[in-house]
């Protein structure tokens, strides 16, 4: 069974700051990864989604790595602003018969203070 | 705005009463998900649709619990007897379209409050 898991679990850092979120999962046969952000009471927005085959994907401030042998991916934002500050969580799909079911990490709960 | 809309966006409801959720997809994919998310923690599948298929359901879908998925267009989601153990939020979700096919798209989620 594939269990994930975020560190840390909450990330306080002043604005402009370069910050690192960490995932891993046990199960490296994935099909992809996703990153999702969450602001609080809303439904979840799509950040980045790596394949299996990739190493990385980027987008504007962030760039999400993936390292599927050791079961590790990392979310990398650049210059932090306090609108950045959410719930950031990382979804696995295992693909095959599983395709499209999503097994997520708790969450990383980052602020951002001006 | 991901284009999956979920309605009502919240409930309060007693204890031991039903309540139905919707979810209206991106046009007619063919998949369509059902996850509970409690406070703090990451969302957790419960259920999802092939078509108006229900594929596969999760543990954590017991009896009182119901999903359709009439003509594989919108879907429901039913709680009979509610409990307090069951609020939370509840979330659907499909995969997009053409190039992005293999992302999931979430809608805003219908939190249920049962006191």
């Known amino acids: 069974k594939q269990e994930v898991t975020q560190i840390p679990a909450a990330l306080s850092v002043p604005e402009g700051e370069n910050l690192v979120l960490n995932c891993s999962f046990t199960?490296?046969?994935?099909?992809?990864l996703q990153w999702f952000r969450q602001d609080p009471g809303k439904g979840l927005t799509s950040l980045l989604l790596?394949?299996?085959?990739?190493r990385e994907q980027t987008s504007g401030r962030l760039n999400a790595s993936l390292d599927k042998s050791s079961g590790r991916s990392t979310l990398y934002i650049a210059a932090s602003q306090p609108g950045d500050s959410a719930t950031y969580l990382c979804s696995i799909n295992a693909g095959g018969t599983s395709y499209g079911k999503l097994t997520f990490g708790q969450g990383t709960i980052l602020t951002v203070h001006p | 705005d991901t284009g999956v809309s979920q309605d009502p966006r919240h409930k309060i409801t007693k204890r031991g009463q039903n309540v139905t959720f919707r979810c209206d997809p991106i046009s007619e994919h063919n998949r369509l998900y059902w996850y509970r998310q409690t406070l703090g923690q990451g969302p957790e599948f419960l259920t999802y649709f092939q078509n108006e298929a229900q594929l596969e359901k999760s543990r954590l879908l017991s009896d009182r619990f119901s999903a359709e998925r009439p003509k594989g267009s919108f879907s429901t989601l039913e709680i009979q007897r509610t409990e307090q153990g069951d609020s939370a939020m509840y979330l659907c979700?499909?995969?997009?379209w053409g190039e992005g096919t293999d992302t999931q798209y979430f809608g805003p989620g219908t939190r249920l409050t049962v006191l």
């Open positions: 790596i394949q299996s085959s990739q």
């Open positions: 199960d490296s046969a994935i099909y992809n």
């Open positions: 979700a499909n995969p997009g």
